[in-house]
């Protein structure tokens, strides 16, 4: 392998593009990689732990090299060498604290004092790990920066496509190895970089030490990639139920989420990233064995139906259940949507013979992909269209309740229900069914359900929500770990519900175990229940009962489509230090974690990233123009993460996958942006022409993504996956294009101060860190609050604000180098 050379003069000076390249894919690999491990360690908001810490690393290795004196007297290749194999080690180590800690995280909220402080421990020890992997990655970054600026927008360029190329293949890598096997094949390429770029003397004992040691490097982590099992077991949260030595009958890795087979005399339970998720029922192919459905919850759609569908949809078909439910009653024509491949490979594959192959049963099409998207594609009208708690959620598990709390909720949206409506028959309905851990003392989710129900009919022509819609309640018993609960279903029509419908579900629910209707139409009248109060108050007065009830239970839209965020950060923070019971799981534990985990970003981004400056306290503080460069850059890290976050979020409507938003999105920005730092070269001595031009971008394109790309969402739903990442990649490109000038723009005036360009580019890599760290976990929470749109216009304004700073400095700084 060679470096990359340029000539300058006589000598020809190595780029290091490549090497910067490597460097960045293997950056991004780890920390794709090791959200999937955390979300299957622990649970899936803590996978803004490994954000918050792969930018604190990023960052706080620039302040490593700006203040380390050692590091100064060394070249730029010793230097990378040394950093790239320091890497290297460091992904090892940091798996293996990050497998084998033990922690419950649920100690932190509802343990004595002590074992709260024991789990703290342990955190921190898991974070570290997160933590050193990205340390010396960062100082590699930063080195060049700092050392090359003249070279800052093609390193800045390489850096990002790096990332980039990194985004693209990520997903397939998951699918296909696991990502353990991601995270040692980012060790590899670290380990590479650093013995192409070291000078090893070989025939000195040193230099054979160091050979004999990344070579035993080089094989474990080559053992890792082919066999992953090689590697520590991930020892997972105490409450889950996959834990190390679990006897399970397969386990496979995607996208979504992890997914474990364990096979029980009765059923084979599914794992979702450790938790309950779902269940294989073994079938023997003949319908009428399934009896077992007669006075079961699923039974009551079919109730109200009166007659055997003919055309019915399920979304969230998992495991099969409710296919063979609707078998039982039926159905002639079953589309069944799984949106994890995971899922829908181990019932058609090792447990076909288990199920009679149901999936190839007669009438039944099981599909992989996003219900959304499928509904939206389909021309088809359905008699039902049933929604069995699609995203994996386990509401009979406490334990693992608050996982879906930060995540978005497409399915039970404003617009998703007036989408489903729009897809039934005359008499159609659309059922959507979920647990209620207490229904009693807070029916939370089938409160913001029936607030957001109100809200679609209210604003569609589908009718009064008052007559078309209906909800009942049973009672699940107790199973295995699990304390008993209660499932609400709720059935929504067109049309309003006729008496025969009603007198259906009535009668079922006399058959199903502790069945109780909650509200039907034109009989059920529960005094000052709040989901009855929501549905059937005016409108005035439904607002202000909502507005004063104790949870957050407003209607979700596409630009706010938090289902499970019952909990406001206000009450979260006044109520911080209260003890939490078990039962209570639920309420405000995503929102306090989230809340934690800023106040750690904070600290340790303080610690890591701005306190070393003492150190060199009397060199930071000759450096110019601080009071304008501060506020610069922790404005581009805190509203270039503002904007690619909401976007993350926000396109994972389009494209089904959360993940697959991840990476798309992030790949077209990347790339973009590393084209636009490129480009921007020609205008670093004369930027006030570019500003303007910058302005007026930034602002047409914050109205774009605001007004405009919602519409395009709605029409690119029903398009093919692939089609679909290249108009996202497309739509994000111009963003990404701009935003890529501001930083090599402010890096290239800052560094004219030739007597301490290296310390001036270290520090405000550090302040851009620090606000990145904080703005990953603050982004998240105001998105919770106001919704995508908001955030997206907040970002706007902030750059608004670089503009007009970056305007003054480039004056001071022409008129200081006149």
């Known amino acids: 392998m060679r470096s990359l050379f340029q ?81 290297a080690a460091g992904v090892v180590v940091g798996y293996i604290a990050v497998a084998v800690t033990p922690l419950d995280t649920i100690e932190m909220w509802t343990g004595s004092r002590t074992t709260q402080l024991v ?84 025939r000195s004992n040193l230099g054979r030490a160091l050979a004999i040691g990344a070579a035993g490097l080089a094989v474990m982590l080559a053992v890792v990639v082919i066999r992953p099992g090689a590697a520590p077991d991930i020892r997972t949260e105490e409450s889950k139920g996959v834990r190390p030595g679990s006897n399970l009958s397969a386990s496979e890795w995607s996208a979504l989420f992890r997914v474990d087979a364990q096979e029980l005399p009765d059923l084979t339970i599914l794992y979702h990233d450790g938790t309950w998720g779902s269940a294989i029922w073994p079938w023997d192919g003949d319908p009428a064995s399934l009896t077992k459905f007669d006075d079961d919850v699923r039974s009551v759609p079919f109730a109200a139906l009166g007659t055997p ?20 009653f039926g159905a002639k024509q079953i589309d069944a949507v799984e949106l994890n491949p995971a899922t829908a490979n181990l019932l058609r594959g090792k447990y076909a013979d288990y199920t009679s192959n149901l999936t190839e049963y ?27 708690a699609p995203d994996s959620y386990a509401a009979s598990n406490a334990a693992s309740s608050g996982a879906f709390v930060l995540s978005e909720s497409y399915l039970y949206t404003r617009e998703m229900i007036e989408e489903s409506l729009g ?69 929504m029509k067109a049309s309003p519900f006729t008496d025969g419908e009603v007198d259906r579900i009535e009668a079922q629910l006399s058959i199903v175990p502790g069945g109780t209707a909650r509200y039907l139409p034109g009989r059920t009248e529960e005094v000052d229940s709040p989901v009855n109060n929501i549905l059937t108050l005016p409108s005035a007065e439904a607002d202000d009962y909502i507005a004063a009830y104790p949870y957050d239970v407003r209607a979700i839209s596409d630009d706010r489509p938090f289902f499970w965020h019952f909990t406001p950060f206000s009450d979260v923070v006044r109520h911080l230090a209260d003890p939490v019971s078990n039962f209570d799981i639920e309420v405000g534990i995503g929102e306090r974690v ?12 303080a610690v890591f990233l701005l306190l070393p400056f003492v150190l060199v306290r009397d060199t930071w503080r000759q450096l110019p123009y601080k009071a304008n460069t501060a506020p610069i850059f922790a404005i581009l890290g805190l509203a270039f993460i503002a904007f690619e976050i909401t976007l993350i979020q926000r396109f994972s409507l389009v494209l089904g ?26 205008w670093h001595h004369t930027p006030r022409r570019m500003l303007g031009a910058l302005a007026i971008a930034i602002v047409g394109l914050g109205l774009f993504y ?47 101060d030739s007597a301490h360009s290296r310390e001036y580019v270290a520090w405000g890599w550090a302040i851009n860190g620090f606000f990145s760290v904080i703005g990953s976990t603050l982004t998240t929470m105001v998105s919770m609050t106001v919704g995508f749109r908001a955030v997206l216009f907040g970002a706007v304004v902030l750059y608004l604000v670089v503009i007009a700073l970056l305007a003054r400095l480039s004056t001071r700084v022409v008129s200081a180098g006149a």
């Open 7 to 87: 000539r300058r003069g006589d000598q020809s000076v190595p780029t290091y593009l490549l090497e910067i390249f490597v460097i960045s894919a293997a950056a991004l690999l780890l920390e794709i990689a090791y959200t999937r491990i955390i979300s299957f360690k622990l649970y899936y908001y803590y996978t803004y732990l490994v954000i918050g810490l792969a930018l604190l690393g990023l960052g706080s290795g620039a302040v490593v090299v700006a203040v380390s004196r050692r590091l100064d007297g060394l070249g730029t290749r010793s230097l990378l060498a040394r950093c790239a194999i320091g890497s």
């Open 119 to 202: 789990a703290m421990g342990e955190l921190l020890v898991i974070a570290l790990g997160l933590y050193i992997s990205f340390l010396p990655i960062g100082m590699c970054v930063s080195a060049l920066f700092a050392r090359r600026p003249d070279d800052i927008n093609r390193l800045y360029f390489s850096d990002l496509v790096g990332a980039a190329m990194a985004c693209l293949v990520v997903v397939p890598l998951i699918a296909t190895v696991g990502p353990v096997s991601i995270i040692a094949l980012a060790g590899i390429m670290l380990l590479a970089i650093g013995l192409h770029l070291a000078e090893i003397e070989w």
């Open 309 to 328: 569908p003919e055309r019915m949809l399920i979304i969230g078909a998992a495991g099969g259940h409710e296919i063979e439910a609707a078998i039982h």
């Open 362 to 388: 007669p009438g039944v099409n099981y599909v992989v992909g996003d219900g959304r998207s499928y509904l939206a594609k389909s021309n088809s009208d359905y008699d039902l269209i049933w929604f069995v």
């Open 423 to 491: 897809h039934v028959t005359n008499d159609g309905m659309v059922v959507m069914q979920f647990g209620e851990v207490d229904y009693e003392a807070r029916p939370n989710r089938t409160a913001r359900l029936a607030a957001t129900a109100r809200s679609a009919y209210e604003s569609s022509d589908f009718g009064d929500v008052t007559k078309n819609l209906a909800i009942v309640t049973t009672a699940e018993p107790a199973i295995f770990d699990f304390a008993p609960y209660n499932f609400s279903t709720t059935i």
């Open 594 to 605: 989230l809340v934690v985990l800023l106040g750690l970003s904070i600290l340790l981004a």
């Open 657 to 682: 996958y959360p993940t697959y938003s991840l990476t798309v999105t992030l790949m077209a920005i990347l790339l973009s942006t590393g084209v636009g730092s490129l480009v921007s070269a020609r």
């Open 706 to 752: 605001g007004f405009i790309a919602p519409s395009l969402e709605d029409a690119l739903l029903s398009w093919p996956l692939l089609a679909k990442a290249a108009v996202v990649a497309l739509i994000c490109a111009p963003l990404g294009f701009c935003l890529g000038m501001f930083m090599p723009l402010t890096i290239s005036l800052v560094a004219r």
